[in-house]
Every structure is written in C-alpha cells, then in structure tokens.
C-alpha cells in the first residue's frame, strides 16, 4: 500500500464559470497539461523536505540520546556512531539503497533501474502526484539512515570502529532496504497482502530492535557487567537528545502523509499525544515500583510512546494514541525490567524499546486502525475487521525472523573481515580514546 494520503478535498467539481472564448483556449490548455503530466503542488514539497530535514536532526539527536547512557570515556564515539550513519547511509541510498528499496522489481527486492537516481528527477515519481520523485527520495532516505543507527545502542562501549561500518553497510542493504520494499515499495509482499506500516513500525522499529537483539547475544556483555558500577555519565543529554527526537518525529510520522494535507495533521496530532501519554505511564508506574521519577525514565517512556504511534498515525485518533501511548510506556518498562533477569547485555535498550514498542505499535494499529481517519487503510478489530490484526502479526512474525537470522549472518561475516569486539584492554580505556584518539570532554 502507497504512504499517500487521500486529499481532504477534490479538485473537480469547484463549479460552473463564465469565461471568454480566449480564456477557454488558455484552460483547455492547462487541462491537457494536467491531463497529460502530474500536477505537483509547492506546499507538498515544502512539507516533505522539511519533514526529511526533521527527519535527519532525529539521527544525531539519537546520539545524543544514547550518549547520555553510556559512562564518560564512550561518549565521543557513541555519538560518531550515530552521526557517520548521516555519511555511510546518505551515500549508499544514493547509489543502490533506494533502488533496491523501492524501484519496480518482484515481491522481496526492488530492481536496479534506479542505480545512482537514474529516472530519479524533479518530476512526480510513482508513489506520490504532487511531489517530485527527488523529494520522495530524500525523505526516504532519512529513514534508510536513522534504521541502522539505531541498533547502535546494542553493542554501545564494545565493538570496533571498522567491524561497526562494514555490519552497517551490510545490514542497510541485505536487511533494511528489502523489508521497506516488502511493506512500501510497490509490489511488495507484504504491503500487497494488506499489512498496514505508516511510517515505519515493521520497517524501522521492529528490524532495528530485533537486530540490536541479535547484535547484543552475539558480542556478548561488556567486561564487569552485573559487577561493576556502570551509570549514565550525563543524563541531560539523554533528556535533550529525547527533546530532538519528539520535534523530528513530527517530520518521521506527518511527513509520510506526503503532503500538507488532513492526513498529515492527524499524523502530527496523534505523534505528540502517544508520546506525551507513554512519557506519563512510564514516570508513573516507575514511580510506583521504585519509589522515584526519574528523567531518564520520563524521557524512555516518551521515546517508547513515538516507537508505538509510528505504525498508527495514519490510522487511528487522538483517543486511541493516548491509549497506545500509555501502554507501551509499562510495557516497555517491563521489558527492560526484565533484560537483567535474562542476562543479556542490551546496553541501552535497544530492544526493550523499539522492538518491543515497535510490536506492539503494529499489533496496536491492527486494534485502533479506521477508514474514518484513512480510507485508504483499513478497519482494525475494534471497527469490525479482525482480518487486519492477523495481517499484522504476519508481519511481525516475518520481519522478526528475517531480521534477526540475516542479522547473526552478517556479524559473522564482518567477523571474518575485522574482529567485531575491541580488545578488553581497549574496553577498559573506552572508545572514545582507543577507536578515535580523542575524547569528549578534556576536564
């Protein structure tokens, strides 16, 4: 299914006019224009590269986010990793990503008619009239950026530098950029069958989460995990970095209305509810279980929140995000609650919040979802149509193993390129000295 809106209103029909036998000539000429060539809209186009501009501050702002988490000698380089992806990912999108996500091609992977944006130009492309193709692409591209960054909170103070590029790189082309052809390029298999995907739940959230899983299983805990004392060196940054990504949100769930439209204004409405409900459960219920509020658990609660809506915002209303937002906030609280029980090093969470939140913002979409909000979706469980949900946890079911399998597939083969952990000697100085020669802060 196409992320395009159906327009608030219609261009025909304004009504009948009066006009001069010159003036008929000169509209008969207009309407074979727009008869023969799509109409491109300037207010479109300026909401969606603005979107992608929102879009690309949530990268370095998640690594800001992350970088508050891990103790002082990391800093630096948990920051790079998230600001390189900006670098690494901009260009292979350029190059092949794009066409392999969303060029004509079979139900699994996009062709290579688009290499190097071949046919890729300021004209409208085939997934939206009313902006260029270049512009859809962009936008596109963001998200192909901030999915691998993502997983970096995984393995956050223990992989190489060098190990940390060649996995990106592999990952953002065998895993990535397949699953967003099977749920938005055209043809795919998933889209196809009737899984609804707004912005990115499947596509960003659960592929992400489950690889960091993966990621985190494989490289094994840092050195005196459960032992040793291993606090968040700055907190505020966390919080800021969570402020970044609430404004670029707007961008990442609106601007996939593809236009400045009702649509994007739901989209917009329900993004900030969910997260301002989830940031609320979570500060509560912890409040509840450990006595405090925290700030760093009130910032987790609403990046959980805009995990979950993600799926949803075009599809369900205000009421239902303060409903999804609340519950993911306990439920991803539970998750992490529950990583230090099972033993596994997920140094910032990675999957407690976005692959837990990311499956149940799918799940969820198949509940609150309404062709009152977008009759290009479809009805979920509450309005009558039970089909949807088991749509979705197809879905789910898919992208989770996919992911997780390629995933532990291509740690092995950057294994056999470049050691993936640093050495423990490395470990203890921290990254930020050992992979870079350089720290955040000289006190």
Request: hydrophobic share 55%; charged share 10%; with cysteine.
């Amino acid at each position: 299914m196409d992320r395009q809106s159906v327009l608030p209103f219609s261009r025909k029909g304004v009504g009948a006019v009066a006009v001069t036998p010159i003036a008929t000539l000169v509209l008969a000429g207009s309407a074979s224009a727009q008869d023969g060539a799509s109409q491109i809209s300037a207010g479109d186009t300026a909401w969606v590269l603005a979107s992608a501009a929102l879009v690309m501050l949530m990268t370095p702002g998640l690594g800001l986010f992350y970088a508050g988490m891990v103790r002082r000698k990391n800093a630096l380089a948990t920051i790079l990793q998230s600001f390189i992806m900006v670098g690494v990912i901009g260009i292979q999108w350029v190059v092949y990503g794009y066409s392999l996500a969303f060029a004509p091609g079979n139900a699994f992977i996009g062709g290579l008619s688009w290499l190097g944006l071949r046919g890729v130009g300021q004209e409208a492309g085939p997934y939206s009239d009313t902006i260029p193709h270049l512009a859809f692409m962009i936008y596109q591209a963001m998200f192909a950026i901030i999915t691998p960054a993502l997983i970096t909170g995984a393995f956050a103070e223990r992989m190489r530098f060098k190990a940390f590029l060649i996995f990106m790189l592999l990952w953002a082309t065998i895993v990535y950029d397949p699953v967003a052809h099977w749920v938005w390029g055209k043809g795919g298999w998933l889209g196809a069958m009737g899984a609804l995907d707004f912005a990115g739940g499947t596509v960003v959230h659960i592929c992400s989460g489950v690889a960091a899983l993966c990621c985190a299983l494989m490289l094994g805990r840092r050195h005196g995990y459960g032992r040793d004392e291993m606090m968040p060196h700055g907190i505020w940054m966390t919080v800021v970095g969570a402020a970044l990504l609430w404004f670029g949100w707007f961008g990442f769930n609106a601007g996939s209305a593809l236009g400045a439209n009702g649509l994007a204004a739901n989209a917009f409405v329900v993004t900030n509810t969910a997260a301002a409900s989830a940031a609320l459960s979570w500060m509560f219920f912890e409040w509840l279980h450990r006595g405090k509020p925290t700030a760093l658990g009130a910032a987790s609660g609403a990046v959980a929140g805009l995990v979950a809506i993600t799926p949803a915002a075009g599809f369900v209303g205000p009421m239902a995000a303060i409903a999804i937002g609340a519950i993911v906030g306990v439920l991803c609280y539970l998750a992490i609650m529950a990583k230090s029980r099972l033993g596994y090093d997920d140094s910032l969470d990675v999957f407690g919040v976005h692959g837990v939140g990311g499956t149940w913002g799918a799940i969820a979409t198949g509940l609150f979802a309404s062709t009152a909000i977008n009759s290009a979706g479809a009805n979920g469980i509450f309005f009558g149509n039970a089909a949807l949900l088991g749509k979705q946890v197809v879905a789910i079911l898919a992208v989770f193993a996919y992911s997780f399998v390629v995933t532990a597939i291509l740690l092995k083969i950057t294994g056999l390129i470049s050691p993936l952990r640093v050495t423990k000697d490395d470990e203890e100085t921290g990254l930020d000295l050992s992979q870079h020669g350089e720290v955040a802060y000289n006190l």
